[in-house]
């Protein structure tokens, strides 16, 4: 009844906090023993680069679930989308710090 949910959710500050979302997003599956996040420092299209997202949207897509790949291809895209944003806002400096800022010769640190 209930296919596979590939989705883009929130940060969250703890474990627990991830699976009330969980719960929340899935209310009539059971929430799993554990979840493996990994952390990953490259860029999005780095994912398909190594075979990374190949073998994620592989396992969705071989459920069977109608959608499935559309599904892969939409969040991949979203992924896109919110890595640009981001670094545009780095370059322009929201919500980012410069080291210069806070670094400079003569000026003291801010914590």
């Not at 992924?79 to 670094?87: G, I, K, N």
């Amino acid at each position: 009844m209930d296919g596979p949910l590939l989705k883009l959710v929130p940060a969250v500050k703890s474990p627990e906090e991830r699976f009330r979302s969980l719960k929340e997003i899935r209310p009539r599956l059971r929430l799993p023993e554990k979840i493996c996040a990994i952390w990953w420092p490259k860029h999005i299209n780095s994912l398909a680069t190594y075979g990374v997202w190949q073998a994620i949207a592989k396992r969705v897509i071989d459920s069977g679930f109608p959608g499935a790949a559309q599904q892969c291809e939409g969040v991949f895209g979203e992924l896109l989308v919110q890595e640009e944003q981001e670094v545009k806002s780095a370059i322009l400096g929201r919500g980012y710090q410069a080291l210069w800022e806070c670094c400079s010769p003569g000026q003291q640190r801010r914590s």
